[in-house]
């Protein structure tokens, strides 16, 4: 075992270099040479929807526009800086132990805020436990999403306030969720919509492959956003799907559409479109958002193991936040102080962030039994009550 | 008229019908639960009456069911859900423990979820596989989930409407084998509490505790064993989670002796818990063990052979003379 695997790592040091080992590793190694070089969103890929390139060129399209004032545009900019900020303060308390985990949305700021932004208040949001943007457009308090990652809450927020759905980990469940809620909202005669997030890894569970057919069956007002950050963990997107992920759609009856998750413009527009289909009675939609996971999975993981610094290098030349700088630069819309001024209120959101976390409490003990049941349970609270008991007889035997 | 001598069959659409009367927000949604009225014919004429709306045939997949179940939840409904057999529900077990049972203490008390989950369980109809199943033990294990059942059509009627008045995510199991044994339903009675457990024959010498179909079989035993001398007492359950213990542990207490029969296979079962819980409250009282009688650790059998598996009227009283030995 320990001779093949390390053939088998050899590549990812020294790209496109097979040396020793066995001829079937390097055979694996050469493939996986091959796939590096090619750039995954390369001319083989189906096109997407692009109002701004990576250059910071506006481009036109024939179905998806936007109009925005400057004012609007520097909003845009200001929410991908503040939740880089907040997603790389969250990082930092992980490393100095402040949090048990987190999972980094750095690489998806333009999906999130884009789809975020196109949202009314009404609306309704199904996260994953990586919408840490699409909370910020909601308003949901930043400080409140870290609860969980510290391990004093499993979701530390109400969802009603905010229309926004605590963070769901096991993959693709809140997809059934959002399409009975929305169903729901059918149902009152609301002309709201809703939103599910999912990932190109939950696109292969069964839940939402039945949410698919569920809405299209009941029309319901619901739009798929699927951020293709085209990994899985280790798994690349070739491991989910034989087809692009926005072909999908078609086969279940309604529109899928492949937009460029790092440009938030075409984002916000296609979004809008998607939420304006539903309200109008049309049924469901899924927008793959192209894009890329440029951290690690979570703080646990190490993509070193299976993905090159080259990939990485080439989405990293299509940043998201990078491109509306110089669209904004480029316009005249800000200038070189505005910047400073938002690199100066991202600071202190970290700062902010920073002490909120250190100061969170731990909650009671007696907690764990709150909320369990709404309308209460015998056996909850008979093991209160022992527990309770239990506790007290520390106390008791420090008095005596 | 308020008192009727119906079948629970017959119990249960009454009861399904006066929620969808009551609270607009109650929607009942399954497979072939319309124009069909349910295999079982639960649902029959609700559709009709109350429009597709409200009375609604999903499609084929009972994760999407239930899962769409608890966004309509979320959205202000109160969603009845019928999973069609027993053996159908594990699609759905993961929409149930994971999401469902969690999602009140996740939100830290913000949301409610009332989703009711009514499943026909255990056997006795000769049905093929995957259709007589008892897997209450399965949901009662998990926190966040209450677990009743009902064994009469009185209970049927009344602890169907507790269940979907209830804020919390209930799992209703119904012995589809008694559907058409008939009894009493009064409908402007006062029910009782839906988790209390009830004393169905008083007797002083043991205690048979069951729920749903096999109180029934219970009784039948009691009576038997009444021929011979012996003074059973019957109690029934009703709800498995919570489980009224403080019911049973007075009995006990009087019998001094208790065996538990249920349909499910007796490992980890719900009369294992039963058990231990007995046995620690009722230690100085009992005269024997706590016996347990139920199905065994096979696979449900072909239905040429499922009256050998399920406990039946022998197989209790066999029991019943083994804690009588002590």
């Keep these: 075992m320990t001779v093949d695997s390390t053939a088998a790592r050899q590549p990812r040091r020294s790209s496109g270099t097979s040396t020793s080992g066995t001829k079937a590793a390097a055979g694996g190694a050469a493939k996986r040479a091959a796939r590096a070089k090619k750039p995954r969103s390369s001319d083989s890929e189906p096109p997407l929807v692009q109002l701004l390139t990576p250059e910071g060129e506006r481009v036109q399209h024939p179905d998806y526009d936007v109009d925005l004032t400057p004012e609007e545009l520097r909003g845009l900019y200001r929410d991908m800086v503040m939740t880089r900020r907040f997603d790389g303060e969250a990082t930092a308390l992980q490393r100095q132990g402040e949090l048990g985990l987190w999972a980094s949305l750095l690489g998806q700021e333009a999906a999130q805020i884009g789809s975020g932004r196109a949202l009314r208040d009404d609306d309704y949001v199904f996260p994953t436990y990586r919408e840490h943007a699409v909370a910020w457009c909601r308003g949901v308090d930043p400080t409140n999403l870290l609860g969980m990652f510290r391990g004093v809450n499993n979701g530390g927020w109400d969802p009603n306030s905010n229309n926004f759905h605590l963070y769901t980990i096991v993959l693709g469940s809140q997809t059934l969720h959002a399409t009975g809620y929305a169903m729901g909202v059918a149902k009152d005669g609301a002309d709201s919509a809703v939103i599910a997030y999912f990932g190109d890894g939950a696109s292969s569970q069964g839940d939402v492959n039945e949410s698919f057919v569920f809405s299209a069956v009941y029309n319901a007002p619901v739009v798929f956003f699927c951020q293709n950050n085209q990994w899985a963990i280790s798994e690349p997107t070739e491991k989910q799907t034989r087809v692009p992920l926005y072909q999908r759609a078609q086969g279940f009856g309604f529109p899928g559409v492949r937009v460029d998750g790092n440009d938030v413009l075409a984002c916000l527009a296609v979004t809008r479109w998607a939420l304006e289909r539903a309200r109008r009675g049309e049924g469901p939609t899924l927008i793959e958002a192209f894009t890329y996971r440029m951290a690690a999975h979570t703080t646990s993981d190490d993509p070193t193991r299976y993905r090159h610094d080259e990939e990485r290098a080439a989405w990293e030349a299509k940043d998201p936040i990078l491109r509306l700088r110089r669209h904004l630069e480029a316009q005249g819309h800000a200038d070189a102080a505005w910047f400073e001024e938002l690199e100066a209120e991202s600071e202190a959101l970290g700062k902010h962030v920073r002490e909120v976390v250190r100061a969170m409490p731990v909650p009671e003990h007696m907690a764990m039994f709150d909320n369990v049941y709404a309308d209460g349970h015998a056996l909850v609270d008979e093991e209160r009550a022992e527990f309770a008991a239990y506790q007290a007889s520390f106390a008791n035997g420090e008095g005596e | ?326």
């Design chain 2, 1 to 326: 008229m308020a008192v009727q001598k119906i079948p629970l069959a017959k119990a249960l659409n009454e009861s399904l019908r006066k929620a969808l009367e009551t609270d607009p927000k109650v929607v009942v949604m399954g497979l072939d639960v319309g124009k069909l009225g349910g295999v079982f014919r639960i649902t029959d004429g609700l559709q009709k009456d109350f429009g597709e709306e409200r009375v609604i045939d999903t499609p084929l997949a009972e994760s999407g069911i239930v899962g769409t179940a608890i966004g309509l939840a979320l959205r202000g409904y109160r969603p009845v859900v019928e999973i069609q057999f027993d053996g159908f529900v594990f699609p759905a077990y993961d929409q149930i423990v994971t999401q469902l049972a969690k999602m009140r203490a996740r939100s830290l008390g913000a949301v409610k979820v009332p989703v009711v989950i009514r499943i026909p369980y255990g056997g006795g109809i000769g049905a093929v596989e995957h259709h007589s199943e008892s897997p209450e033990s399965l949901f009662a294990h998990v926190a966040g989930l209450k677990v009743v059942t009902p064994a009469t059509p009185s209970d049927g009627y009344w602890m169907l409407q507790q269940a979907i008045q209830s804020d919390d995510p209930v799992i209703f199991f119904e012995p589809k084998r008694r559907y058409w044994d008939k009894g009493e339903v009064d409908t402007e009675a006062i029910p009782g509490e839906l988790h209390q457990a009830r004393v169905a024959r008083e007797g002083t010498d043991l205690t048979l505790v069951a729920y749903g179909p096999m109180v029934k079989t219970c009784l039948e035993a009691a009576a038997a064993a009444a021929e011979e001398g012996r003074s059973i007492e019957v109690v029934d359950l009703r709800s498995i989670s919570p489980i009224d213990f403080d019911t049973l542990q007075a009995s006990v207490e009087k019998t001094r002796r208790l065996v538990v029969v249920h349909e499910a296979p007796v490992f980890f079962g719900s009369g294992a818990e039963i058990a231990a819980r007995i046995t620690e409250r009722c230690f100085y009282h009992l005269e024997a063990p706590v016996l347990r009688v139920g199905g065994y650790h096979a696979p449900y059998p072909p239905a040429r052979l499922e009256e050998e598996y399920l406990p039946g009227l022998d197989r209790v009283l066999d029991a019943v003379d083994r804690a009588l030995a002590y």
